[in-house]
């Protein structure tokens, strides 16, 4: 779905699909350097980092894993509960694991410093966060992000992966969505 598509329901496009893969190319270069010899493991976070996941992914060039977690925080609203349910596990062991985690966006930071310290506690050699969007003036907790994509406003966004009450996953681009819509 492309944002003209679906024009009345967005307010403004926030980053393009070509933003987006450039910036994971570069990501992708870096990553391969800083974890040249060893081998990755990337965490997605259901269900909006699929998108994130499937394109970062195939840009890496190394052999690697990918592994899934469902984590709650949101229901279908738009404001963070900070309680942090896991709705699905990993199938991996992470005992000396070198694990990126791979999440669509970084809000109050509460969802990623809690799912941070649960994998570290789990035996991992490492454990290190690649986000695509952070919004910095939402920040309740600092999370040390290595790989980060955009800053964007405070504001509630769709697309790439990112939904509200399910839908708009399949937005091309990153977006704000419409007050209208959800108010
Ligand atoms: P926290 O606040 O814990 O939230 O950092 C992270 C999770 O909240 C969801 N989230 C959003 N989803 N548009 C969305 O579609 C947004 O603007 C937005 N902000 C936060 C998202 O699931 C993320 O993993
Ligand atoms: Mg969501």
């Known amino acids: 779905m492309h944002a003209s598509d679906i024009e009345g329901d967005l307010t403004e496009v926030l980053v393009t699909e070509s933003e987006i893969h450039a910036k994971l190319a570069e990501l992708a270069r870096r990553i391969e350097a800083d974890y040249e010899g060893r081998d990755l493991l990337l965490v997605g976070v259901l269900k909006g980092a699929v998108m994130v996941m499937a394109d970062l992914a195939r840009e890496l060039r190394p052999h690697l894993n990918m592994d899934w977690m469902a984590v709650s925080s949101y ?14 596990d990993l199938d991996t ?17 509460l969802t990623l410093s809690w799912l941070l ?11 290190e966060v690649c986000a695509l969007l952070r919004k910095p003036d939402a920040a309740k907790v600092e999370v040390d992000v290595r790989y980060l994509g955009f800053d964007i406003p ?5 697309g790439y992966g990112l939904d509200y ?3 708009y996953r399949n937005l091309r681009d990153v977006a704000i969505l419409a007050p ?3 108010s």
């Open 165 to 167: 009450a399910e839908r």
């Open 180 to 182: 209208h819509v959800y």
């Open 117 to 127: 310290e649960n994998l570290r506690s789990r035996g991992a050699a490492s454990v």
């Open 154 to 158: 405070n504001q509630f966004v769709v």
């Open 93 to 109: 062991d992470l005992t000396g694991r070198d694990v990126l985690i791979v999440e669509d966006i970084i809000d109050s930071g």
């Open 75 to 88: 229901g279908a609203g738009t404001q963070s509960s900070g309680v942090v349910k896991i709705l699905k």
